[in-house]
Structure formats: C-alpha cells, structure tokens
C-alpha cells in the first residue's frame, strides 16, 4: 500500500516555473515506478512523465519534453516535476502515480497502469 500527498501547485505567469513535490508513504516506494498525470477542466488525463526504480530511466510527454524534468529521492519517498517555461496550456490538476509493474517504462503511459494516486495539486498559468 502506497498512499501519495502532492504540493508545490500554484499560479503562475507563463514563462514562469514551478516544483511539484509527491511524498509517499510506505517502505517499499523504492519498488514504483512513479509517474504525473495531469488533467484540464473538461479534458480527460493525460501523462506527463514517468521515472523508473532507481531514476536512472525517465520519459515524457512530447508536449512537456525539455520543460519539465522528473526526478526522485527513494531515501526520501519523494518524486518531483521540475515545471519550467511554462505555458497557459499547462494549467491543470496534476496527480502523481505510482505502478508497480515490472514492465518497460514507455509502456506506463496510461493512468490504468498505475495502482496508486495522490490527489492532485493545481498548476494555474496566467498569460
């Protein structure tokens, strides 16, 4: 059981950047990968990044490729979204994930992969 507590949302004026923080519970985060979903109002969610085990693979969404960076720290139970350049079409509410499929990392962009998730935190950007 992994339970999963995002912050670090907020406004924003576009260009402007963010870190989203994902703490977890549990002794075994380090067996997860862990990914971010985000999602629009009237929109349904889409993936934004996955991070492997150990943090040694990582994958984005074409969109957020080059903005955003995943990282983690398994002695901490954290997972972070480094936001950078960001655009109005980035606001949403973003959730992290965590799955515990032994499966190729680019496989893991559906949310069906995933087995748990925290509760979002809003990112806003103002033009």
């Known amino acids: 059981q992994v339970q999963l507590v995002e912050s670090g949302g907020g406004l924003v004026q576009a260009g402007g950047s963010l870190r989203l923080v994902c703490g977890a519970s549990?002794?075994?985060?380090?067996?997860?990968?862990m990914g971010w979903f985000r999602q629009a109002p009237g929109k349904e969610r889409r993936f934004v990044a996955a991070i492997s085990w150990s943090g040694g693979a990582t994958k984005y969404a074409d969109t957020v490729k080059g903005r955003f960076t995943i990282s983690r720290d398994n002695a901490k139970n954290m997972v972070y979204l480094q936001l950078n350049s960001l655009k109005p079409e980035d606001t949403a509410v973003y959730s992290c994930?965590?799955?515990?499929?032994?499966?190729?990392?680019?496989?893991?962009?559906?949310?069906?992969?995933?087995?748990?998730w925290g509760q979002g935190t809003q990112v806003t950007v103002s033009s």
């Open positions: 549990g002794r075994t985060f380090s067996r997860y990968v």
């Open positions: 994930a965590a799955s515990g499929e032994n499966v190729p990392l680019y496989t893991l962009v559906a949310a069906a992969r995933y087995d748990y």
